[in-house]
């Protein structure tokens, strides 16, 4: 693993959002769900899609709070354009653990 600079950690914009909508993505290679996730004013609503699929459903993701990456450009995935990057560990078995605060804390707040 390289080190890497505080400037190149200070460049990775990461915002906590609250998903506003989710539905399954069947035409997805590997299964995964389209969220659409409430930055705040200053960035507003952005979309992605995520292979959460193992622990949630789109139903229970709809509140929820989330980190993601704000300023990657958008990504073509499939028929869906994604425009962040939610951020997630794997469990034991590799599937995706969303990362969120432990607390509520005011929508479009950055990573520091």
């Known amino acids: 693993m390289a080190d890497i600079t505080f400037d190149d950690f200070a ?3 990461i915002r906590v959002g609250r998903v506003t909508q989710a539905e399954a993505y069947p035409e997805a290679r590997k299964p ?18 995520a292979q959460l699929t193992v622990h949630y ?8 709070m989330v980190c993601a990456v704000v300023n990657f450009p ?15 560990m794997p469990d034991a ?8 605060p ?7 707040g950055r990573l520091h």
């Not at 459903?57 to 929820?64: D, M, N, Q, S, V």
Request: aromatic letters at 6%; hydrophobic letters at 45%; proline letters at 7%.
């Open 11 to 13: 460049a990775v914009d």
């Open 32 to 49: 995964a769900i389209k969220l659409w996730i409430d930055f705040g004013p200053d960035i507003g609503t952005r979309k992605t899609s």
């Open 57 to 64: 459903t789109p139903e229970a993701l709809i509140g929820r």
């Open 74 to 88: 958008p990504r073509q995935i499939g028929k869906f354009m994604s425009e962040v990057l939610v951020l997630g």
């Open 93 to 100: 078995d590799g599937a995706v653990v969303l990362i969120a």
């Open 102 to 108: 432990d607390k509520d804390v005011p929508l479009g």
